[in-house]
């Protein structure tokens, strides 16, 4: 049986917590420290949208014409003045959003910016509120496989509660964002608690929970957060600009493997393909073509399509990167490219400007296959 054919990956309007996963795990005081420490800093968010009724129910029916659909999520404190980290699908097309603190108090929040390529949104509190706890940031690029983390959400929509499990996977990518770089977790989270926090044994914010692996919508062991590394300058962007400017590159692009390079006739056998180049982008001033493989980037081996995309997607306009490439003939060369700025409306797949690509490679119809386009 095809086990991915029957995994569900959903990203929430919210994560949660219910029982402990790992019961051999010693209860100790630290973590009980721990978690009374941090679950002030976090928040629950209610969203209110109106939505337009289908006019067969409206005639039929008498139904109103428009309907209001709630969703509930989850948000983390960042700054002292009322700034709140969550994810973008949290808040996406809300028309009011309500944010509840520890105390009981709720207060309404506005959209400072949102980054739905990388699912990351800032809200900021309206009106008075209490004095705020913000949660201090870890880094996550020093958090090992088996440590201890905690969740905290607003899970199944029960209330904040706090879930215990181990960092199970670093650098997992899943296709529901045009920029990924998850830690998984199989600390409990369920819908609710999208926007909540991963935390380390320091008290330290190290992710946003943002999603789970199920094949029944709820928690099975799998969950996935964004990286604290990550989601750090974006925030930083979306509070200072409103927005987040990305590198492009203008080119589509495959992870290499031994098969594909044998059969499309490659000069190397792992690193990126360069699947077609679009008219005038930085990467054919650059010099690259259809068919050549890029094995590192600014000195650092690349591996896979996603390495490459988070890269140049990190990278401000106008940077000059330095590509390593092996062309088909298994020459290889250093290429210099001086990257535009992606634009806020195109997307990562289907890109708004046609890319050259011949009738061999089009055949590849590999889903990898995601071109450098405006605002990835």
């Not at 982008?281 to 094995?295: N, R």
């Not at 046609?354 to 990835?376: A, D, G, R």
């Amino acid at each position: 049986m095809n086990i991915a054919r029957n995994l569900l990956i959903v990203a929430f309007l919210g994560v949660g917590s219910v029982a402990n996963a790992h019961p051999s795990l010693p209860m100790d005081n630290s973590i009980a420290d721990v978690a009374e420490r941090v679950v002030e800093s976090v928040v629950n968010i209610d969203t209110e949208t109106e939505v337009a009724v289908d006019p067969f129910f409206v005639d039929m029916f008498g139904a109103d014409e428009t309907q209001k659909m709630q969703g509930k999520g989850s948000g983390v404190i960042v700054t002292a003045n009322g700034r709140i980290l969550t994810n973008a699908h949290v808040i996406n097309g809300a028309d009011t959003i309500k944010v509840t603190l520890q105390d009981g108090s709720e207060v309404k929040a506005k959209i400072v910016g949102k980054d739905t390529k990388a699912d990351l949104a800032v809200l900021q509190l309206e009106g008075k509120f209490p004095t705020l706890k913000p949660l201090p940031m870890g880094d996550s690029a020093s958090v090992r496989l088996g440590e201890i983390v905690l969740a905290i959400g607003d899970g199944l929509g029960v209330g904040k509660s706090v879930s215990m499990g181990i960092v199970s996977a670093k650098g997992r990518g899943l296709r529901l964002a045009d920029y990924e770089d998850f830690i998984q977790t199989d600390a409990a989270i369920n819908p609710g608690n999208s926007g909540g926090a991963l935390v380390n044994m320091k008290g330290e914010l190290i992710g946003i929970n943002t999603a789970i692996a199920s094949r029944t919508g709820g928690y099975q062991g799998i969950g996935f957060a964004i990286p604290t590394n990550m989601a750090k300058p974006i925030m930083e962007a979306l509070m200072k600009d409103g927005k987040v400017t990305r590198g492009y590159l203008g080119v589509g692009i495959a992870t290499v493997s031994p098969m594909i390079a044998k059969k499309y006739g490659l000069g190397a056998e792992k690193g990126v393909l360069i699947a077609g180049v679009e008219d005038d982008s930085p990467g054919q001033k650059a010099g690259l073509v259809e068919g050549d493989v890029v094995t590192s980037i600014n000195g650092s081996e690349v591996k896979t399509d996603d390495a490459l995309r988070k890269v140049i997607g990190n990278a401000k306009p106008g940077t000059t990167i330095e590509l390593a490439v092996v062309h088909r003939n298994g020459k290889s060369t250093s290429l210099k490219a001086k990257l535009g700025e992606q634009k806020d409306d195109a997307p990562a797949i289907a890109p708004k400007r046609k890319i050259k690509t011949s009738p061999k490679m089009k055949q590849m119809q590999v889903p990898q296959q995601v071109p450098w386009q405006s605002s990835p």
